[in-house]
């Protein structure tokens, strides 16, 4: 079945340190984003790649990277620069055209030791 | 700037009757408007959009919504609700334009009760 997957889980950063979620697509979309979700503040976009080897920051992308040296993978590093990483984060991925839905992996959950 | 609102944290429906969830939005230009589910701990499925043409769209799970564009609004609605449906709703709008981002809206948590 094509999807996204999201790993791991569950996640726990320790303070200073960085920590990296993985994302993996096999719905050959060209599209990849990473939000982050807080409860009662909906999704909040950290960056986004519409191409291999392109990013472009989202409106939260302090404190985060991400690369994507190949189309299926799109992974975000949480930096010890973002001071507040406890929270949900959600991968997606859609087709080119913007009249199609994002496609979204079932999270991870990163919380602070 | 695009936005969108969805004005009710939490709709409660007893089961067999209608449901609506209500979403605005703000926008320049001709908006692309989704509707996501999301389960606990799950990531957001996709239920719905307008992107033209007739203003009733019909997506998933017997859920449809209506596009107006006078009230710049995007409800979703379903004749009768089930237990099944309570879950976290997501509006979002998307334009042709700025990188295609989408903008969500906050969530409204359906409780359906028996």
């Known amino acids: 079945d094509g999807g996204i997957t999201q790993s791991p889980k569950y996640l726990f950063r320790k303070e200073g340190q960085n920590v990296t979620l993985s994302c993996e697509q096999n719905?050959?979309?060209?599209?990849m984003y990473w939000y982050r979700q807080d409860p009662g503040q909906g999704l909040r976009l950290i960056y986004y790649s519409q191409i291999v080897n392109d990013f472009q920051k989202g409106d939260i992308a302090e404190g985060y990277s991400v690369s994507r040296e190949k189309k299926e993978s799109f992974p975000l590093t949480v930096t010890s620069a973002q001071k507040n990483p406890t929270a949900f984060y959600l991968c997606?991925?859609?087709?080119?055209?913007?009249?199609?839905?994002?496609?979204f992996g079932d999270g991870t959950r990163l919380s602070i030791l | 700037a695009q936005s969108v609102a969805q004005p009710e944290d939490q709709v409660n429906v007893a089961e067999g009757n209608p449901l609506t969830v209500k979403c605005t939005y703000s926008?320049?230009?001709?908006?692309?408007l989704f509707w996501y589910v999301q389960y606990p701990n799950r990531g957001l499925q996709f239920l719905l959009k307008y992107i033209t043409g007739d203003n009733l769209v019909k997506g998933s799970y017997g859920f449809e919504a209506e596009f107006n564009k006078s009230q710049t609004s995007f409800h979703l609605k379903k004749p009768s609700a089930l237990v099944s449906d309570s879950a976290l709703y997501f509006c979002?709008?998307?334009?042709?334009?700025?990188?295609?981002?989408?903008?969500f809206g906050d969530g409204t948590t359906l409780t359906v009760k028996p």
């Open positions: 719905l050959n979309h060209d599209a």
């Open positions: 979002a709008v998307r334009l042709n334009t700025n990188a295609g981002k989408s903008t």
């Open positions: 997606a991925s859609s087709m080119g055209s913007w009249d199609q839905p994002q496609h």
């Open positions: 926008v320049s230009g001709n908006p692309y």
